[in-house]
């Protein structure tokens, strides 16, 4: 799925200049959340994160991970988001999940994309890849 062909998109675009979020403070244009993930569709192609992989999103709920989510969603990934509040957690989720990559943000920073020893595989993920379409993994 494109960003591009969904309603999603549509809205973002039709309202580019009005504000989309405002964290910390801080508004955030619809122009820039699709600036950024652009922006993140050209770093998750060069880190070769492919569709279907699974992927950790640690980061707290900023413009740039939403905009990095929103980016993996698009691209077909099964993502796993984890806050800070759960890093206590961190090695038995990235386990249970068997994520293969993580990718770690510090507000709307980049500090790392690492490859996981996941092998992402599970029925649950063999059917999302199948039908081609992105998965989102919870922990409580």
């Known amino acids: 799925m494109r960003l591009s062909d969904s309603f999603l998109f ?22 820039w959340l699709l600036d950024c993930i652009s922006d993140w569709r050209q770093k998750l192609a060069e880190g070769e994160i492919d569709r279907g992989s699974v992927v950790t999103l640690e980061a707290e709920y900023s413009p740039g991970a939403i905009a990095l989510f929103l980016a993996l969603l698009e691209r077909g990934c099964i993502i796993v988001p984890l806050t800070m509040a759960a890093l206590s957690q961190r090695d038995v989720f990235c386990t249970v999940a068997k994520a293969q990559v993580s990718i770690v943000l510090n507000g709307n920073e980049l500090v790392e994309i690492s490859s996981l020893s996941g092998d992402g595989q599970h029925p649950y993920y063999d059917t999302l890849r199948r039908q081609g379409h992105p998965g989102l993994i919870l922990f409580t």
Do not use: L, M, V
Not at 20 to 26: E, K, M, V, Y
């Open 10 to 31: 549509r809205i973002f675009e039709k309202n580019r200049d009005d504000p989309a979020i405002i964290w910390r403070g801080q508004t955030y244009s619809y122009a």
